[in-house]
T-cell receptor
Framework: LAKTTQPISMDSYEGQEVNITCSHN???????ITWYQQFPSQGPRFIIQ???TKVTNEVASLFIPADRKSSTLSLPRVSLSDTAVYYC????????????FGQGTTLQVKP | DTEVTQTPKHLVMGMTNKKSLKCEQH?????MYWYKQKAKKPPELMFV???????INESVPSRFSPECPNSSLLNLHLHALQPEDSALYLC????????????FGPGTRLLVL
């Protein structure tokens, strides 16, 4: 299973764009990259998933370079409510549903 | 309806008690999961059910006993737990067990005294 590495924490201010990068050097050919958000005492919530290049939805963008050894979650114009832990996950190519959460990045958005 | 519900929200139990956690989804998902999350740590997978059959047991102690009575329900039976088992227990579901998005419930906060 591909291991992921993310910064432990990041600080930002309201209205700024936040980019969180995740390294996954051993990603397998069939693996997708998925990001989840978790608020305290709640379950993780799916944000975005991608395989290559760029994916955008109403919440975030995900940039994946050609070698797929890293990915960057981009949150445009963050607000205080975006303060949360963000997890980067790389799926199990054996299709078992086994998700391995890394340590995650705690994003603190300040006013 | 994209909701996974879990009951109870909070549970306090002694080491000799028997209790059960319940998880329910009505999205037609055929894969369901139990995770354990300690404070300030990432969720850790415990069990995976695929089409109501246990497909993954991550070497979880036998004092945790999962059950999937039907495609919408997932239970976790607890017996003779230890204080170190205190944690947030999260249930999740997905359409199937490939790399589909997993939908998580709010969790059950368990305290073992």
């Amino acid at each position: 299973l591909a291991k992921t590495t993310q910064p432990i924490s990041m600080d930002s201010y309201e209205g700024q764009e936040v980019n969180i990068t995740c390294s996954h050097n051993n990603i397998a050919t069939n693996d997708y990259i998925t990001w989840y958000q978790q608020f305290p005492s709640q379950g993780p919530r799916f944000i975005i998933q991608g395989y290559k290049t760029k994916v955008t939805n109403e919440v975030a963008s995900l940039f994946i370079p050609a070698d797929r050894k890293s990915s960057t979650l981009s949150l445009p114009r963050v607000s205080l409510s975006d303060t949360a832990v963000y997890y980067c996950l790389v799926g199990d190519s054996g299709n078992t549903g086994k998700l391995i959460f890394g340590q995650g990045t705690t994003l603190q958005v300040k006013p | 309806d994209t909701e996974v519900t879990q009951t109870p929200k909070h549970l306090v139990m002694g080491m000799t008690n028997k209790k059960s956690l319940k998880c329910e989804q009505h999205m037609g998902h055929r894969a369901m999961y139990w995770y354990k999350q300690k404070a300030k740590k990432p969720p850790e997978l415990m069990f995976v059910y695929s089409y109501e059959k246990l497909s993954i047991n991550e070497s979880v102690p036998s004092r945790f006993s999962p059950e999937c009575p039907n495609s919408s329900l997932l239970n976790l039976h607890l017996h003779a737990l230890q204080p170190e088992d205190s944690a947030l227990y999260l249930c999740a579901s997905s359409q199937v067990t490939n790399q589909e998005t997993q939908y998580f419930g709010p969790g059950t906060r368990l305290l073992v005294l």
